[in-house]
Every structure is written in C-alpha cells, then in structure tokens.
C-alpha cells in the first residue's frame, strides 16, 4: 500500500468516526513537566495522617495491619466517615482533604495550654498580610471571623498593634518558627494554639495557599466606572472568557476588568492594579514603571527580580535605573501568578500557544483533571513553562473563624456541619452550628445581655475598623467621641473666608516667657483655663515640624513642644500675632526645609509665608490642583525641594520651588503606605518619620528604608506630647 493510500484512508475512518458518533473531539492529553503526582502511596499517606493529626504513635503501626484498621476506625468516627477500618475511598478522600492543622486527637499533649481565658475583654494583633487580597479585605475579613464568636459570647475582641495582644495572627510558609511546618499550596492550611501567654491563643495561616473570601482571587479595581467594585471573574468581553484581567480592546496597555460577569452587556470596569498603575514601596512615591528600562546595561520591558534575592518584583521609575536610582515594587498580580507546574510564582502570558493554538485565557485543554492552567512564557510548545491558574481559593474568614475557635479553646468535632469541624468546605451561611455555640458556651456562658438604649458614651466595640487600643497599658476610659468610622469628617470644603474670627482669650505674645530654666516635669499651663491645655485637645488642626518645633494648631491657636527642650509645651499663642494673613482654621501646613518657606493649607486656598512676608491667599488652581481637590490634608516634604501633598486617600508630588504638582502624580495613600488610615485627617513629618493622623491617634511610619511600615501607633496627646494619663 502507499503512503499516500493509508492516509488518505486514515481520513476517511476519521471522517466516518465523526459523522457516525457525534462526539466531541477527542482531547489531547498532554504530560506536563514537573506534574507530580504525589508519590506516596495511599498507605503511606494514611500512616502519615494518622500520626500527624494524633490517631497513632509511630511505634505503634509498624507493620501491623490491625492496628491501622484500629487506628483508621478511630479516624472514622472522629470525622462521621462509615466506619469501615480499611483504607477506602471515602477516607482516602477525607485524607486528602483541604483541612485544619490542629491535631483531632491528644492536641493537649502537643499544643500546651489552659483550656480558657480568664478575661474577657480580648486583643488581637494582625502581625502580618498575605499578599493574596487587599489589607483592609484581611483586616475585615479577621474582624468578621471574631464577631462570629463575640455574637454567642461574653468576650469581645479588639485590636491592637503589639506583642502585648493575646491572640498574635500571622501568614507564614513551611517551617515558621514554632516547630509545626506548613505543607505547601492545599493540605495543611492553618493552625491556632488553645488560650494561654506567648504564642499560645496565636493562629498561624500558610501563605501557601491562595487566600480569597472562598469565591476565587479578589482584586480590586481603580478609576474605571464601577466605583472600586472588584473584578468579576470570569467575565465576558466582546462575546470572549477572560479569567484575568487584560489590556484587550486597549491601545494603552493598562489592564482593566469587568466588575460584573458581563461587560458587552453592563459595560462596568476598572482598572487592575499593576506597574503601569503604580508602584509599592521603593523610592519613588508610586509612579508607575517605565518600560523599557536599563538596570546594569541591560534593557527591561517587565518588572524583573534580577538584582534582588528575595524574589520582589520591581521596575525602574524612569528610563535608566543605573542613572537614577528611582524604582518602586511592582503590584502582585494575584489573578495571573501561577502555581505549581514548573514556574511556580510566575506569571501567565498571554496569549501564549499551546498545539499551535493561541490562548488568552487559562485552560484546562490537555489535561485529565480538569485544572484550569496556563503557560508563563508566550509559547508552550517551545519554553514547555506552565502552572495552575489561581482557582476559589480558601476564605481567610471561615478559616480564621474556626483558628479562632482554637485559640478560644474549642476542640475539633465530629459534627461535619460544625465550624469546628477540621475539614474545609465552603459556605455563604452563618458559619456556627449549634454544637460550635454550645461547645464554646460551656466555656464563656452566653452573651452579656444589651444594655438599655444607652447614653452617647458608646464604647466602640468590634467594629471592624475600631480604633486600636493602641497599647494595653491602661488609657482615660472616655470613648472617642466621634466614632473613626463615622463619616469622614464632614468637609465644609469651601474656604473659611480669612480673618482670625472668635478670639480665644489673649495668650502670651510670641516669645516664650516662660524661664527654661524650669524642670521639665514642670506644666507650663497648668493652673490656666482648661482650653488652654494642649492636652485637652482632642483632634488638632495642623501639625507641623517649623524650625525643630513641632507646632499644634487648633481654632485660631497654636502650641510649640521640643522634645530637645525637656518635653516642654509653649502656649497656646495666637496664629494672627505670629501670621495676621491666615484664617483660624487650617487644614495643614508644613515648612520647606531648604528655602524655610511654611506653606499653610486651608480649604482650597494657600498661604506661603517667608519669614515675616506673606504670599496668598492663592487658590489650589495655582498650584495645578483639579477642581475635585477640595482641601490639602496634609505633606511630608522629601528633600531636595520636593514635598508630598495629600488630599484624602490620595496625594501628589509637589515642587516647591516652582511650587507646583505635577498632576500625573496623583497616587493612592494605600498603595504607598499600606496600613495607614484611608480616612486621615492630617499628615506630617517630625524627626524625619511620617504620621499619619486620624480622631486622636496617630501611625507613625518609617520611611527611610524604602519599605513603608507602620512601626507604632498611639496617641498624640499621650504619647507625642507626653501629657499625663488623668
Ligand atoms: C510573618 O511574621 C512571621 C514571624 O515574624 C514570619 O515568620 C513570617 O515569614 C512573616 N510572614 C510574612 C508573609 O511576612
Ligand atoms: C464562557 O463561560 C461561560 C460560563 O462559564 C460559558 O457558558 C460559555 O460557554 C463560555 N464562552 C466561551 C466563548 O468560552
Ligand atoms: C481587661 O479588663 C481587665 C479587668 O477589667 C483590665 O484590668 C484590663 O486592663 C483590660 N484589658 C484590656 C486590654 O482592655
Ligand atoms: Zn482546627
Ligand atoms: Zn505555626
């Protein structure tokens, strides 16, 4: 027979197949480098189970077939499987199964600790984030995960920013420092001690795994038209799937998303966060990267982790890193990082190729397991670069609500519906079961019983943005009065018209009178009228570093307090003796280290005084300000003449000496400094650190180091100005 005969014959069968059956193509099936199977037989995987989640002692299975039927029958009960002794299919399910790390059995031998609190009023520290969702998403979701407790409980739970806290929260991966390894991606997922000091009471969370609310990645978006709204995923464009975000349909390169499942039809989207957005950390206040870049001779179009060793992405802020030096970290991409595979923590190209095909979405095309996977190079068939797609992820809420039952001093059951349940499954329904709400009554009795209507003394208790409680050392009991979650602070946005209008009582003039000579302990108003106390101020208009003083403005007034002069508070002095042309009330101010020019902010006016001249009132407009800015609320300068102004959740670059932003600078708060409030009222800069201000506490950041971190957070009067308890 030719060649030529048997294919074209080979054609026709096929051809004939078709037509007679009409199935779908049969898939090919592809074998991916480095899919693993796990290599451990179902034997092995069941002696390791039983041991590690406290069903058997190692000596005790040895060969010996009875006493694993033993020990699996003890399994089954424990988990409500049919209780067979062998190793079937249901246990081998359960065994493989997305679970707690808490030991079911004899946990009290291998996680000490009393069994209860013994207070009620408890506090939590989030020590650190995963990078999978947004912080204030973790922040809620952990604050949720305690209200499912303090609803059935007495106990309320309040957070703080300290060792001091009694339940410590983390994100860590493998061996984490407490002798109890995570397991990588799935398995394994989290952990908590029962209640006692150090890190008893503490839950740890493998950052291994893909942290979502339970319904795959949240990614938020930006600008756009959907109002910060997540993206929807998948969603529909132009009659295509996409399960990550893209730059189809746009010529400039940014990534944006549909915000609902449906863009042809609802038309709702916002931008994705990455590099050409903005950039985190680094030196350059946000601005996105510059592509190409040169960094060591060598061009970049993406962000790279060349240089570094600990595997950050990050991107040049101008062209030429080797010149400028300026750079920032690139956004996680939490809808396209991949895991798994061969290139694990890389990201999917798309479109890429796979079989001569191209793909702008990950697929499950190739496999038998139906995982949804994509390359991470444009083509697969070359580069052979692979992992899985982000899939529902764990919902860091039900997970941290079961941790947190531990860490109360609850147990595993064996009720599979329970919350303390130690397998993982997945529900929008109030997560406790009556056995969770009894289990954790016998230890806490019920709900204290609601108060009658009560008078405004309300205390804040767990809200989830309450305000922290910074430090457990005991603070005058009086709540805030505004609540932090209440409106921000109602802007009567338009300019107070100039004039220092209701006179406080005549102050000393400017110069301090007062002898330095005094103690430091001595109060330099202390037997004037309260007002006059800067203690007594519960929320300052402006706070300033001018000419090493750090000085307090409020209503027409200010204080100046040197911690090189022995802590000491001047004032309060009148703002129309020392500056006539400026209105009592500002919104923020801040001195020009080189020129010593202070520019004061008030409603969309500025005021720019040089020594005794005065510049103003200008309207923001001159300073390239849109019309949407209607207040200036606050400014770190940066050196060489450069200052960082704020206006809400976003700020821009200033240049004072041509006194204007540039209005392509416009950056978010919480992508520059994560953990700040969004709805800060002042910001400034003293001894070369930032703080950040809302209601009376202040979060006070580094920023020397490039890596923005809130190391402290407390109160301005107690703790800036070291005013005494009572
Ligand atoms: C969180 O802190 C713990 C303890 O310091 C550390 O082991 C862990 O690596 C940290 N995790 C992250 C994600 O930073
Ligand atoms: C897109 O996804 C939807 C829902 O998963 C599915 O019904 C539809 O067939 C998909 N469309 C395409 C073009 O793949
Ligand atoms: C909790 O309450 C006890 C007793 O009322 C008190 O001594 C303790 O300081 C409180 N702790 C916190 C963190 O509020
Ligand atoms: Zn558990
Ligand atoms: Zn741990």
Redesign the pocket.
């Known amino acids: 027979m030719s060649p030529w005969l048997s294919l074209v014959l080979a054609l026709l069968v096929l051809g004939n197949d078709c037509s007679a059956a009409p199935r779908p193509r049969q898939p090919t099936v592809v074998v991916f480098p480095g899919d693993l199977r796990t290599d451990l037989t179902n034997k092995q995987l069941a002696e390791e189970y039983l041991y590690r989640y406290g069903y058997t002692q190692v000596a005790e299975l040895s060969d010996d077939k009875q006493s694993l039927s033993r020990a699996l029958r003890v399994l089954q009960k424990r988990l409500s499987l049919p209780e067979t002794g062998e190793l079937d299919s249901t246990t081998l399910a359960a065994m493989r199964a997305p679970r707690c790390g808490v030991p079911d059995v004899g946990r009290f031998q291998t996680f000490e600790g009393d069994l209860k609190w013994h207070h009620q009023n408890l506090t939590y520290w989030i ?4 990078e999978d969702l947004p912080r204030n998403v973790i922040d809620d979701a952990f604050a949720r995960a305690f209200a499912v407790w303090s609803a059935v409980t007495p106990l309320t739970f309040t957070r703080v920013y300290g060792v001091e806290a009694d339940i410590i929260i ?3 991966v493998r061996e ?2 407490d002798g109890y390894p995570f397991d990588g991606k799935d398995g394994l997922l989290a952990h908590a001690f029962p209640p006692g000091q150090g890190i008893q009471g503490d839950a740890h969370f493998d ?1 291994e795994e893909l942290w979502s609310l339970g319904k795959g990645v949240v990614v938020p978006t930006f600008f756009g038209n959907a109002d910060g709204a997540p993206c929807h995923f998948p969603f529909t464009f132009e009659g295509r799937n996409y399960s990550a975000c893209t730059t189809d349909g746009r010529s400039d390169g940014q990534l944006w998303c549909s915000t609902t499942a449906d863009y042809d039809t609802d038309r709702r989207f916002g931008f994705c966060p990455s590099e050409r957005l903005y950039t985190e950390h680094g030196n350059s206040d946000g601005k996105p990267c510059v592509f190409p870049f040169t960094f060591e001779g060598r061009s970049y179009s993406a962000c790279t982790t060349d240089g570094r060793s600990d595997g950050y992405r990050w991107c040049a802020t101008t062209a030429n890193y080797d010149q400028d030096k300026l750079y920032g970290f690139c956004p996680t991409r939490v809808d396209t990082t991949v895991t798994g595979g061969n290139s694990a923590g890389e990201l999917c190209v798309f479109p890429f190729v796979f079989l001569g095909q191209e793909y702008s979405t990950c697929t499950r095309d190739g496999r038998t397991d139906g995982r949804l996977w994509c390359a991470t190079t444009s083509n697969f068939d070359s580069d052979k670069k692979w992992g899985f797609c982000p899939d529902q992820g764990y919902s860091l809420f039900l997970v941290a609500a079961h941790e947190f039952g531990h860490a109360l001093g609850l147990d595993h059951t064996s009720v599979p519906e329970a919350l303390m349940y130690p397998m993982y499954s997945y529900t929008e329904k109030p997560p406790l079961h009556e056995d969770d709400v009894k289990g954790i009554q016998h230890l806490y009795g019920g709900p204290r019983p609601k108060p009658e209507p009560r008078p405004p003394t309300t205390t804040p208790e767990t809200q989830p943005t309450a305000p922290p409680t910074v430090c457990a050392t005991v603070r005058p009991s009086e709540g805030p009065t505004a609540g932090p979650t209440g409106p921000p602070s109602p802007g009567p946005t338009n300019a107070p018209t100039a004039g220092p209008t209701g006179a406080p009582t005549a102050g000393p003039t400017d110069s301090p009178t007062r002898a330095p000579t005094a103690g430091p302990s001595v109060a330099p108003t202390e037997s004037l009228d309260p007002a006059d106390n800067v203690c007594n101020v519960d929320i300052f208009d402006a706070i300033a570093e001018i000419g090493n003083y750090l000085h307090l403005f409020k209503d027409g007034r200010y204080w100046r307090f040197s911690e090189a002069q022995g802590r000491l508070v001047q004032g309060p002095f009148l703002i129309r003796d020392k500056w006539p042309a400026l209105p009592s009330k500002l919104d923020s101010v801040f001195e020009e280290p080189q020129s010593k020019k202070i520019f004061f902010f008030s409603g969309r006016q500025v005021w720019v005084y040089t020594g005794a001249t005065v510049l103003g009132p200008r309207r923001l407009d001159k300073l390239g300000f849109g019309p949407e800015v209607a207040q200036v609320t606050g400014a770190l300068p940066r050196g060489g003449g450069k200052v960082l102004l704020f206006s809400r959740q976003n700020f821009w670059r200033f240049d004072a000496k041509s006194q204007m932003v540039d209005p392509k600078s416009a950056s978010r708060v919480d992508r520059t400094f994560p953990g700040v409030p969004t709805n800060m009222h002042d910001v400034f800069l003293y001894r070369d650190k930032a703080y950040f201000c809302q209601d009376r506490y202040y979060w006070r950041m580094n920023l020397q180091n490039g890596i923005n971190q809130v190391e402290e957070v407390n109160y301005v009067t107690y703790d800036l100005l070291q005013c005494p308890e009572n």
């Open positions: 020590q650190n984030y995963s983390q994100f860590g984490h420092g950052d």
